[in-house]
């Protein structure tokens, strides 16, 4: 664990930068050296009364509508006011308002490093022209060393900075190019021209302003971190800490400061022993929360999604009122929990009926936004849909809306499309009373499986009693262990052992069957026999559910939970680095086993065949109603005929 003393930098010293910071913010020349300028082409030709900008603005991204931008020239603010329709909008304000405190902040703290490192007096040594010969090289690299600290820390100041004000809307930006490490002036003019060269390509509205000033500052820290290491004369800002009280920015060398983005969340959390029952789900859901801890910000990847053993997607379905909500506040409390103690930004998201929307086209936007709303590399993000058999239209069906169907479409896409990337730092969970609604393809898309049955022993209904009726009486407990049988792991010990063999009376025979044909089940040959034979009996068992089974298979060989102090003392691992971290799993990991793989074949087939039973049930019900009907139709007809 690295010891750091914190110290604050001064708001009087980041205020009095102020003016050199608008200053650059204002305008400035420079002429690139290690980036090309980008071509700002126009914006192609529209039929009247279609506006592509507000009026009396320029189709040119960026541009406004008087030519006041020289060639070589860097107005930031003009750059910007160019978005508007004459008022800067509050995005656009808050905007400038980032960037000129980030600069002033990067502008102190190069002040404050320079005073460390004894840089200052050999640039008062160099400018009176006493600057010993022996010196020289050490200055020289301890210019490079100021320009590193103040490019980094302006990335940081403004990726901290601009973090609540981003929306759903994602840039791809690329690499920065233009890093000069100079002296600090030169490498802020050369960044500053390089995010307005970006602005004027890809900001083309006030939300795609704040997510390209976002993009850029990581890229931007990424790329000098990536400098930084090995680099001469830096000891004096890894070594420290400075805290920026009016902000809450705290600076501790060239590692990322994260802010919360999207707001407080709103909602009452639940402690993992009020999930009473839902042994094997709950289970799941404490492993999950902890395995989206171990992403890697720098690397954006997670080391389990590396490993195979990573659930990007869960359905949780059970019968009404067995705790499916109950388990989502249980799982967002303890991610908020652990992302509060790491200082890492947490997003949660739900998805609900509220969204579908009667307009064509904006059911499928609002699934969209939702998407890359909790897929957003820089968080750590939790993504529900509750009651997916509602929201999520099955193709074919008659009775699903148009809006229906696009959210299922875009749901497919996200969750096992052509471009679907799983980072590992999000999970979706889609849950339903009545997931044999949920059209097949995108049900299969759950890679996991978490059956929320509620409480089902003895115990687990004294447990939810006196856990529900709360402190206000004086009843007496009896002979019961208040919460002993919600041990988790004596009770998933036993869950797991009892899919052993298969519940469901479809599977059940599947399994005598094979059973009687080849033996016991303990080679990959058998196991595959069982697999062709499942498929024989129903259908819709296909490779997509061998790849959720063997997922879910390596998901077991890693049946271990990251220890509680890991998540407490965030440098014992979440602030490792990535190789580290995966190296720390792996030591972990436990071998595949033949029981395992026939108690995750048997919980997901049997999972399927209980919604195929529902959903022909349901049919065969909606089928008699029918004829019922028809009959009774029939009948008075006749009746009044004759």
């Known amino acids: 664990m690295v010891a750091r003393d914190t110290m604050e930098l001064k708001e009087d010293l980041i205020r009095s ?47 406004a509508a008087r030519p006041t931008v020289r060639p070589g020239g860097v107005r930031l603010v003009e750059r910007v006011e160019a978005l508007s329709d004459g008022l800067l909008s509050p995005e656009q304000s808050a905007a400038l308002n980032v960037l000129r405190r980030a600069l002033a902040i990067s502008l102190a703290m190069a002040e404050t490093f320079a005073a460390q490192a004894g840089l200052a007096e050999l640039k008062r040594a160099n400018l009176e022209g006493r600057l010993p010969e022996v010196r020289r090289a050490e200055f020289g690299q301890l210019l490079q060393a100021e320009a590193l600290v103040t490019l980094f820390s302006f990335a940081n100041a403004t990726a901290f900075l601009i973090a609540p004000h981003l929306g759903s809307q994602t840039v791809e930006i690329g690499e920065v190019e233009e890093v000069l490490t100079d002296n600090a002036p030169l490498a802020l003019q050369g960044a500053l021209w390089e995010l307005d060269q970006d602005i004027a390509l890809l900001a083309s509205d006030d939300s795609r302003l704040v997510a390209v000033i976002s993009a850029f500052a990581e890229a931007l820290m990424q790329k000098v971190a990536l400098r930084a290491e090995g ?42 022993h009020e999930v009473v029952g839902n042994h094997i789900a709950k289970y799941q859901s404490l492993r999950l929360s902890k395995m989206l801890m171990a992403y890697d910000f720098e690397r954006r990847l997670n080391p389990f999604a590396e490993l195979g053993g990573f659930i990007f997607t869960f359905m949780g379905d059970g019968k009404p009122g067995t705790g499916k909500t109950t388990l989502i506040q249980m799982m967002a409390g303890l991610l908020n929990d652990y992302c509060q103690i790491a200082g890492y930004p947490f997003r949660y998201q739900n998805f609900s009926i509220d969204q579908i929307d009667s307009y064509q086209g904006k059911s499928g936007q609002n699934a969209k936004a939702f998407i890359d709303a909790v897929i957003d590399p820089t968080v750590i993000g939790f993504g529900t849909i509750d009651d997916i058999d509602q929201v999520a239209g099955k193709r074919g069906d008659r009775q699903s809306s148009a809006g229906q169907q696009e959210v299922t479409a ?24 009545y997931p044999e609604n949920v059209d097949d393809a995108l049900r299969q898309r759950a890679g996991a499986r978490f059956l929320v049955d509620g409480p089902q022993t003895q115990e687990d209904y004294i447990d939810i009693l006196s856990l529900l009726l709360g402190k206000n009486h004086s009843i007496p407990l009896g002979q019961h262990d208040l919460f002993a049988a919600q041990e988790i792991k004596k009770a998933v010990q036993a869950s797991f052992e009892g899919h052993s063999r298969p519940h469901e009376a479809g599977l059940v025979k599947v399994w005598q069957e094979v059973e009687g044909r080849v033996g016991q089940l303990d080679t990959i040959a058998k196991i595959g026999t069982y697999l062709k034979a499942i498929q024989q009996a129903d259908e819709r068992f296909t490779g997509r559910a061998i790849k959720n089974i063997t997922d879910a298979v390596k998901v077991r060989a890693m049946d271990f939970e990251l220890p509680d102090e890991w998540m407490e003392e965030p440098d014992l691992f979440l602030f490792k680095p990535y190789d580290e971290k995966l190296g720390m799993i792996r030591s972990l990991m436990t071998p595949i086993t033949t029981d395992m793989v026939i108690q995750e074949v048997n919980r997901y087939a049997d999972s399927e065949f209980r919604y195929a039973d529902n959903s022909d049930e349901v049919a065969v019900q909606n089928m008699v109603r029918d004829f019922t009907r028809q009959e009774e139709a029939k009948r008075r007809y006749l009746e009044g005929k004759g």
């Open 410 to 433: 875009v749901f497919m896409g996200a969750f096992a499309g052509s471009g679907t990337v799983v980072r590992g730092n999000c999970t979706f969970g889609m849950f339903s009373n």
């Open 231 to 272: 680099a001469p004369g830096v000891a004096a800002f890894t070594g420290g800490s400075w805290k920026v009280e009016a902000d809450g920015l705290t600076l501790a060398g060239f590692r990322p400061a994260r802010a919360a983005k999207g707001g407080q969340i709103t909602m009452a959390f639940k402690k993992p």
């Open 17 to 63: 930068q102020y003016g050199a910071a608008l200053d650059l913010v204002a305008g400035f020349d420079h002429a690139p050296r290690l980036a090309k300028p980008q071509e700002v082409t126009a914006a192609a030709e529209r039929s009247p009364g279609i506006a592509v900008r507000p009026r009396f603005r320029s189709t040119v991204p960026g541009m």
